[in-house]
């Protein structure tokens, strides 16, 4: 009992040093928790040793981090990147198989463990990738959208890759026998918690969430994950495939969000203890024997991935700078490569050096990661120079758009505030042009007619393509700061005298905002996009009476004004999913409704509504008359949700309806 005390005080104490101490030197806490198996375990100091029961608490951490992947899915979200889930995810996992394979063949080993190895370096860090996108505001740029994807596709890919390696790790001769079985069970089993699961686990969740108790809901939620867990192994399935059902499942109920909140101090302690287990795994007296092989494997091993990923999106239509960047971000190791050596370990599939060689090479590309990863795309500039003339293009092409534009107001980020505010300015007849990252709510909302480019407000060169000298105010709508700091720091270099509002979510940064050239700064908790739009029209000129009373004209007649957004691929959460969307459709002369006038389509029964039609040539919006005839080249601007607005849009194409 004694030396359990002692042996739970040291994990603790280690851990808290360790992780802080990677926290402040920017590092993922996951390289702590292995520098902490490595130095403590059996191959080091052995203060800590490799015990059965300490590996079966440790292996729930594999249960709790699938079920959070599964919470992380959803139908429509798979299917609105199902061109890089399926197409660049797909080829970048299978060729990197198929790769280490051919190369585990030439090196003498068996399949089997050349599959491990394989499954193992095709996957990498979402940990890593995600913190370092988010804190460079890159996650709606193409290359991390396309980083994000590759993920999903490699999180995915562990489901079928965790059932083969049991097959294989079952030593039968008939291993393809042994396959067909269990992925019969698996599909079997997986109808059937699809099929009825979402129905009762939505009336038993509401059960329990009736009865207001935070205790009991957590609760629940450990016993349906075990729940699932105990089912698929009972089927003969592993654990971690129940616990990324029962997340699945979970996802597609109001209780998402509440439920990934109360689960994440379990997973993160659990998943902390699986990964000093793998450390504890990882002799550091091979790693300095073979430095020099490991060294060159690393290497071999960063520009093999890099170099396929960029390859391969490259293949997918993107230009070659993109690719490389996306393989920059991806080229390292992941969470999920240790699930699989630790099973491939437990089933006997691979052991000895060839385990060593790859846990080093896995835990250093992990290190290395973070370092490379932010020079991206000063490496693919240098790689790759029409990357740089593309970039040159991008910018002539927003200085263009606004080279007629004096006295006009540069939107950064054009999400729901920024196309309110959009909005108001129009109203005011203030010029404007907004610049947003989202590729794909650019392209609807320029569709529609709004004032939006593509572009990086956080770049020099693009800000003063928008014209920023002579701008008459910048209006910053970021919900990040890290985001909103970056533009502020451009406009101060050159233009410190330029009136700058901004966004935030609360008043605990706006001290920060102020002193970094902030001329006002509007905390949305406050009034959000009311209050935004308020300070802007007063900046702007116009005078504070009209601008109360536009306000409180909104209040009381003009909601409508502000009903619906152009929904991006950044707004795939179930808060932005249930608000009425915008959405452009243009005709063309196969449509159904094309020649149709406005009163024949019924619109009333897709629950939509048209809120402006743009014709071509016609610089103006006008109004949805029911005897407008629909013309080709015609852009209808529909008003719904977003299941009807898909409804809506296969019925003017085809005429079907649902």
């Known amino acids: 009992m004694f030396d359990s005390l002692i042996h739970l005080l040291l994990l603790l104490t280690s851990s808290v040093f360790a992780v802080g101490l990677f926290r402040i030197l920017g590092l993922p806490a996951i390289l702590a928790y292995f520098m902490i198996g490595i130095v403590l375990g059996p191959h080091a100091l052995g203060m800590l040793e490799d015990e059965e029961s300490g590996r079966q608490v440790a292996e729930f951490g594999i249960v709790f981090l699938m079920f959070s992947i599964g919470l992380e899915f959803s139908l429509p979200k798979l299917y609105a990147m199902r061109k890089t889930l399926f197409g660049l995810g797909g080829g970048q996992v299978i060729l990197t198989l198929l790769g280490s394979l051919a190369l585990g063949k030439l090196a003498g080993l068996n399949l089997a463990t050349a599959f491990i190895i394989g499954a193992a370096l095709t996957m990498s860090s979402t940990a890593i990738v995600s913190k370092i996108l988010m804190e460079r505001v890159d996650l709606n740029s193409r290359h991390g959208r396309l980083s994000i994807g590759v993920l999903l596709f490699q999180d995915l890919a562990v489901i079928p890759i965790l059932v083969l390696i049991q097959t294989l ?91 990934e909140s109360d689960i994440a101090p379990f997973r993160d302690i659990l998943l902390g203890l699986f990964f000093i287990s793998v450390g504890m795994l990882l002799d550091a007296r ?46 390292q190791a992941g969470e999920f490569s240790f699930v699989v050596l630790a099973l491939g370990l437990q089933t006997r599939l691979i052991d000895g050096e060839a385990l060593q060689l790859v846990l080093s090479v896995a835990v250093l590309s992990m290190l290395v990661a973070p370092f490379i990863i932010q020079y991206n795309g000063r490496i693919a500039r240098a790689l790759v120079k029409s990357y740089t003339r593309n970039s040159i293009k991008g910018v002539d092409t ?5 080279q007629e534009l004096r006295d006009h107001v540069i939107i950064c980020g054009y999400g729901r505030s920024g196309q309110y505010l959009g909005r108001f300015l129009r109203e005011e007849n203030i010029p404007y042009v907004a610049l947003d990252m989202d590729a794909s709510r650019v392209q609807e909302a320029a569709s529609a007619g709004e004032n939006v480019i593509y572009g990086d407000a956080g770049r020099r060169s693009v800000m003063e393509a928008a014209g920023l000298a002579r701008a008459k105010a910048v209006i910053i709508s970021y919900a990040e700061t890290r985001g909103t700091m970056k533009v502020l720091h451009v406009i101060q270099e050159r233009h410190p005298n330029l009136p700058v509002i901004v966004r935030t979510h609360d008043d605990s940064e706006m001290d920060v905002l102020r002193d970094a050239g902030a001329a006002e700064v509007v905390p949305e908790i406050l009034e959000g996009s009311l209050m935004l739009a308020s300070h802007a029209l007063v900046t702007l000129g116009i005078p504070l009476n009209r601008v109360v009373k536009r306000i409180r004209l909104f209040r009381e007649e003009r ?50 509504e048209v809120k402006q039609l743009r014709r071509p040539n016609m610089p103006e919006p006008i109004a949805p008359r029911p005897d407008i005839v629909l013309g080709e080249g015609d852009v209808l601007v529909l008003l719904g949700s977003n299941a009807a607005l898909i409804a809506m849009e296969v019925y003017l194409i085809s005429g079907r309806k649902p």
Request: aromatic share 14%; no cysteine; hydrophobic share 50%.
């Open 169 to 259: 790790g079952s030593h039968s001769d008939n291993w393809l026998d042994v396959l067909g079985l269990t992925l019969l069970k698996s599909s079997i089993l997986l109808f059937l918690l699809f099929k009825f699961g979402k129905n009762i686990l939505n009336f038993w969740f509401e059960l329990v969430a009736k009865q207001r108790s935070r205790e009991l809901f957590v609760l629940n939620v450990l016993m349906v994950t075990l729940l699932m867990s105990a089912a698929t192994n009972f089927a003969g399935l592993s654990y971690a495939l129940g616990a990324f059902v029962a997340g699945m499942l979970i996802s597609e109920t109001k209780y998402r969000y509440q439920v």
């Open 286 to 331: 091979v790693l300095l024997e073979h430095a020099g092989l490991i060294a060159l494997l690393l290497g071999l091993f960063l520009l093999f991935k890099m170099g396929l990923i960029a390859l391969l999106t490259k293949f997918y239509g993107f230009e070659m700078g993109v690719g490389v960047r996306t393989g920059i971000i991806l080229g």
């Open 398 to 402: 927003i200085q263009e758009h606004s």
């Open 559 to 608: 909601y409508k004004m502000f009903k619906g957004y152009f929904r991006g691929v950044s707004d795939a959460d179930a808060v932005t999913a249930s608000l009425p969307q915008l959405h452009s459709v243009e005709m063309y002369k196969n449509f159904y409704a094309h020649g149709l006038p406005l009163n024949q389509v019924p619109f009333e029964d897709f629950a939509v």
